[in-house]
Protein backbone atom coordinates (compact mmCIF):
# COMPACT_ATOMS: atom_id res chain seq x y z
CA UNK A 1 0.00 0.00 0.00
CA UNK A 2 3.22 2.41 1.02
CA UNK A 3 4.48 1.49 -2.51
CA UNK A 4 1.74 2.57 -4.39
CA UNK A 5 0.66 5.75 -2.65
CA UNK A 6 4.41 6.59 -3.25
CA UNK A 7 4.55 6.24 -6.96
CA UNK A 8 0.95 7.95 -7.30
CA UNK A 9 2.35 10.97 -5.61
CA UNK A 10 5.48 10.71 -7.79
CA UNK A 11 3.36 10.61 -10.64
CA UNK A 12 2.03 14.05 -9.94
CA UNK A 13 5.06 15.37 -9.72
CA UNK A 14 4.53 16.50 -13.73
CA UNK A 15 0.85 17.01 -14.46
CA UNK A 16 1.13 18.81 -17.66
CA UNK A 17 3.54 16.17 -19.61
CA UNK A 18 0.32 14.70 -21.06
CA UNK A 19 0.84 15.38 -24.56
CA UNK A 20 4.15 16.07 -27.52
CA UNK A 21 3.75 19.38 -27.46
CA UNK A 22 4.96 19.33 -23.64
CA UNK A 23 8.07 17.52 -24.10
CA UNK A 24 11.37 19.47 -24.49
CA UNK A 25 14.15 17.03 -26.14
CA UNK A 26 17.14 17.05 -23.71
CA UNK A 27 15.19 17.85 -20.39
CA UNK A 28 12.20 15.21 -20.68
CA UNK A 29 13.64 13.05 -23.18
CA UNK A 30 16.94 12.16 -24.98
CA UNK A 31 17.54 11.09 -28.60
CA UNK A 32 19.48 7.85 -29.39
CA UNK A 33 22.89 8.75 -31.10
CA UNK A 34 21.92 6.03 -33.41
CA UNK A 35 18.45 4.88 -33.49
CA UNK A 36 17.84 0.77 -33.12
CA UNK A 37 15.92 -1.60 -35.80
CA UNK A 38 12.13 -1.69 -33.70
CA UNK A 39 11.81 -5.16 -35.09
CA UNK A 40 7.83 -4.59 -35.52
CA UNK A 41 4.90 -4.89 -37.92
CA UNK A 42 4.27 -1.79 -40.12
CA UNK A 43 2.36 0.61 -38.61
CA UNK A 44 3.39 -0.26 -34.79
CA UNK A 45 5.05 1.99 -32.53
CA UNK A 46 7.89 -0.02 -30.28
CA UNK A 47 8.45 0.63 -26.99
CA UNK A 48 11.06 -1.11 -24.93
CA UNK A 49 12.00 -1.53 -21.52
CA UNK A 50 15.43 -1.73 -20.35
CA UNK A 51 15.93 -3.30 -17.05
CA UNK A 52 17.65 -5.81 -14.63
CA UNK A 53 15.70 -7.88 -12.12
CA UNK A 54 18.06 -7.07 -9.45
CA UNK A 55 17.40 -3.37 -9.80
CA UNK A 56 15.07 -1.98 -6.98
CA UNK A 57 13.97 0.49 -8.80
CA UNK A 58 13.39 -1.54 -12.22
CA UNK A 59 11.46 -3.25 -9.39
CA UNK A 60 9.51 -0.71 -8.46
CA UNK A 61 8.31 1.08 -12.25
CA UNK A 62 6.68 -2.54 -12.79
CA UNK A 63 3.30 -1.38 -11.51
CA UNK A 64 3.02 2.40 -12.84
CA UNK A 65 3.94 0.64 -16.44
CA UNK A 66 2.19 -2.70 -16.28
CA UNK A 67 -0.91 -0.31 -15.43
CA UNK A 68 0.14 2.16 -18.34
CA UNK A 69 1.12 -0.59 -20.92
CA UNK A 70 -2.77 -2.51 -20.35
CA UNK A 71 -4.18 0.96 -21.40
CA UNK A 72 -2.16 1.29 -24.91
CA UNK A 73 -4.28 1.07 -28.13
CA UNK A 74 -3.05 -1.75 -30.50
CA UNK A 75 -0.60 -0.10 -32.08
CA UNK A 76 1.58 0.10 -29.41
CA UNK A 77 3.91 -3.37 -29.23
CA UNK A 78 5.57 -3.19 -26.15
CA UNK A 79 8.51 -5.46 -25.22
CA UNK A 80 11.10 -5.93 -22.37
CA UNK A 81 15.21 -6.63 -22.47
CA UNK A 82 17.01 -7.35 -19.84
CA UNK A 83 20.40 -5.45 -19.78
CA UNK A 84 23.71 -6.92 -19.77
CA UNK A 85 26.36 -5.21 -18.00
CA UNK A 86 27.99 -8.69 -16.38
CA UNK A 87 27.78 -10.93 -13.71
CA UNK A 88 24.01 -10.96 -12.06
CA UNK A 89 22.94 -8.68 -14.77
CA UNK A 90 23.88 -11.17 -17.59
CA UNK A 91 22.68 -14.31 -15.44
CA UNK A 92 19.13 -12.86 -15.09
CA UNK A 93 19.61 -11.89 -18.71
CA UNK A 94 19.47 -15.42 -19.51
CA UNK A 95 16.97 -16.50 -16.83
CA UNK A 96 14.52 -14.19 -18.94
CA UNK A 97 15.52 -15.30 -22.40
CA UNK A 98 15.21 -19.53 -21.02
CA UNK A 99 11.50 -18.29 -19.47
CA UNK A 100 10.53 -16.92 -22.72
CA UNK A 101 11.98 -20.10 -24.44
CA UNK A 102 9.94 -22.41 -22.13
CA UNK A 103 6.67 -20.31 -22.60
CA UNK A 104 6.49 -19.47 -19.08
CA UNK A 105 7.72 -15.92 -19.05
CA UNK A 106 4.44 -14.16 -18.98
CA UNK A 107 3.28 -16.25 -15.63
CA UNK A 108 7.32 -16.02 -14.02
CA UNK A 109 8.49 -12.51 -14.58
CA UNK A 110 6.56 -10.59 -11.92
CA UNK A 111 7.20 -13.60 -9.07
CA UNK A 112 10.81 -13.31 -10.08
CA UNK A 113 10.92 -9.43 -9.20
CA UNK A 114 9.09 -10.54 -5.92
CA UNK A 115 11.38 -13.05 -5.03
CA UNK A 116 14.39 -10.95 -5.20
CA UNK A 117 13.14 -7.80 -3.40
CA UNK A 118 10.57 -9.57 -1.30
CA UNK A 119 11.82 -13.01 -0.23
CA UNK A 120 15.87 -12.30 -0.63
CA UNK A 121 16.65 -14.47 -2.99
CA UNK A 122 19.54 -13.49 -5.30
CA UNK A 123 18.36 -16.20 -7.85
CA UNK A 124 22.11 -15.67 -9.35
CA UNK A 125 23.12 -19.44 -10.38
CA UNK A 126 21.71 -22.11 -12.57
CA UNK A 127 20.58 -24.27 -10.10
CA UNK A 128 18.47 -21.76 -8.68
CA UNK A 129 17.16 -20.40 -11.30
CA UNK A 130 16.42 -23.83 -12.44
CA UNK A 131 14.99 -24.82 -9.03
CA UNK A 132 12.46 -21.22 -9.39
CA UNK A 133 11.29 -22.47 -12.70
CA UNK A 134 10.53 -26.32 -11.71
CA UNK A 135 7.34 -24.12 -9.62
CA UNK A 136 6.22 -23.46 -13.38
CA UNK A 137 5.61 -26.49 -14.76
CA UNK A 138 9.13 -27.63 -16.39
CA UNK A 139 11.81 -29.77 -15.04
CA UNK A 140 14.94 -28.27 -13.33
CA UNK A 141 16.44 -30.67 -16.62
CA UNK A 142 14.79 -28.56 -18.68
CA UNK A 143 15.56 -24.91 -17.27
CA UNK A 144 19.37 -25.88 -17.21
CA UNK A 145 19.15 -26.84 -21.26
CA UNK A 146 17.38 -23.84 -21.78
CA UNK A 147 19.79 -21.39 -19.90
CA UNK A 148 22.59 -22.72 -22.34
CA UNK A 149 20.96 -22.94 -25.36
CA UNK A 150 22.20 -21.75 -28.06
CA UNK A 151 19.22 -19.72 -28.78
CA UNK A 152 19.47 -18.00 -25.54
CA UNK A 153 22.77 -17.05 -25.73
CA UNK A 154 21.84 -15.71 -29.09
CA UNK A 155 19.37 -13.54 -27.56
CA UNK A 156 21.34 -12.23 -25.09
CA UNK A 157 24.20 -11.46 -27.47
CA UNK A 158 22.02 -9.47 -29.12
CA UNK A 159 20.11 -7.54 -26.22
CA UNK A 160 23.91 -6.62 -25.09
CA UNK A 161 24.44 -5.42 -28.88
CA UNK A 162 21.55 -3.26 -28.56
CA UNK A 163 22.68 -1.96 -24.96
CA UNK A 164 26.35 -1.46 -26.28
CA UNK A 165 24.62 0.94 -29.56
CA UNK A 166 22.07 2.37 -27.20
CA UNK A 167 24.87 3.50 -24.57
CA UNK A 168 23.32 2.85 -22.05
CA UNK A 169 24.79 3.47 -18.80
CA UNK A 170 21.95 2.48 -16.74
CA UNK A 171 18.09 0.92 -15.73
CA UNK A 172 15.34 1.43 -16.47
CA UNK A 173 14.80 3.17 -19.33
CA UNK A 174 12.02 3.30 -21.65
CA UNK A 175 12.92 3.06 -25.57
CA UNK A 176 10.44 4.87 -28.23
CA UNK A 177 10.59 4.21 -31.72
CA UNK A 178 13.76 3.24 -31.27
CA UNK A 179 14.62 6.73 -30.98
CA UNK A 180 13.54 8.26 -27.56
CA UNK A 181 15.11 7.45 -24.63
CA UNK A 182 13.34 7.95 -21.00
CA UNK A 183 15.29 7.58 -17.47
CA UNK A 184 14.28 8.08 -13.97
CA UNK A 185 16.18 11.89 -14.14
CA UNK A 186 14.44 12.73 -17.35
CA UNK A 187 11.02 11.58 -15.96
CA UNK A 188 11.60 13.60 -12.58
CA UNK A 189 10.37 10.53 -11.09
CA UNK A 190 10.10 6.10 -11.96
CA UNK A 191 6.00 6.96 -12.15
CA UNK A 192 6.28 9.69 -14.74
CA UNK A 193 8.36 7.41 -17.08
CA UNK A 194 5.45 6.05 -18.59
CA UNK A 195 3.48 9.08 -18.64
CA UNK A 196 6.38 10.53 -21.13
CA UNK A 197 6.47 7.28 -23.04
CA UNK A 198 3.04 8.11 -23.82
CA UNK A 199 3.55 11.39 -24.56
CA UNK A 200 6.58 10.51 -27.26
CA UNK A 201 4.53 7.75 -28.64
CA UNK A 202 1.57 10.30 -29.37
CA UNK A 203 4.81 12.42 -30.62
CA UNK A 204 5.66 9.65 -33.10
CA UNK A 205 2.37 8.75 -34.56
CA UNK A 206 1.80 13.30 -35.34
CA UNK A 207 5.28 12.16 -37.09
CA UNK A 208 4.01 9.53 -38.99
CA UNK A 209 0.73 11.19 -39.87
CA UNK A 210 2.79 14.52 -41.17
Not at 14 to 29: D, I, W
Not at 69 to 80: G, I, K, L, T, Y
Request: net charge negative; hydrophobic share 45%.
Amino acid sequence: MLKSLMLVLAGLALPGLASAQSLVEGEHYEVLPEPLETQVDEGQIAVTEAFWYGCPHCYNLEEPLNAWVAEQPEDVSFRRMPATMGGDWNTHAFAFYAAQQLGILDDLHDDFFHAIHEEGRSLNDADAIAAFFSDYGVSEEDAKEALGSFGVKGEVNQAHARMRQMRLMGVPALIVDGRYLVTPSSAGSLANMPQIAGALVEKVRTERDG
